[in-house]
Nanobody, 125 residues
């Protein structure tokens, strides 16, 4: 079955950097879009970044443009999110996701079928 496992979260000060990873298994990783999402306490889950199956097309939420970079290694079956210039408002649980039914590649969380367990990112001021 599809399994997504995030890692790389932690606590950093504002202005710092973190690199999240998402290891995928149980499906043809290179055939589907991947997305990073986040959810802060008391808030709805929101899309952060998406990447096409081959990695050539990426999209970002306005709040992270210019600071975050999504990438993937289809040989290693791993998705990444490089986060620079972190701000306290980036504090959230971060999740990777994919949809193997329709191949959806947008920012609507409800359209994604498979999710990881999440990794916590905490940014202090």
């Amino acid at each position: 079955q599809v399994q997504l496992v995030e890692s790389g979260g932690g606590s950093v000060q504002a202005g710092g950097s973190l690199r999240l990873s998402c290891a995928a298994s149980g499906y043809t990783f290179s055939g589907y879009c991947m997305g990073w999402f986040r959810q802060a306490p008391g808030k709805e889950r929101e899309g952060v970044a998406t990447i096409s199956p081959g990695g050539s097309i990426t999209d970002y939420a306005e709040a992270v443009k210019g600071r975050f970079t999504i990438s993937r290694d289809n040989v290693k079956r791993t998705l990444y999110l490089q986060m620079n210039s972190l701000k306290p408002e980036d504090t959230a649980m971060y999740y990777c996701a994919t949809d193997t039914k329709s191949g959806y590649c947008g920012f609507r969380p409800g359209r994604y079928e498979h999710w990881g367990q999440g990794t916590q990112v905490t940014v202090s001021s």
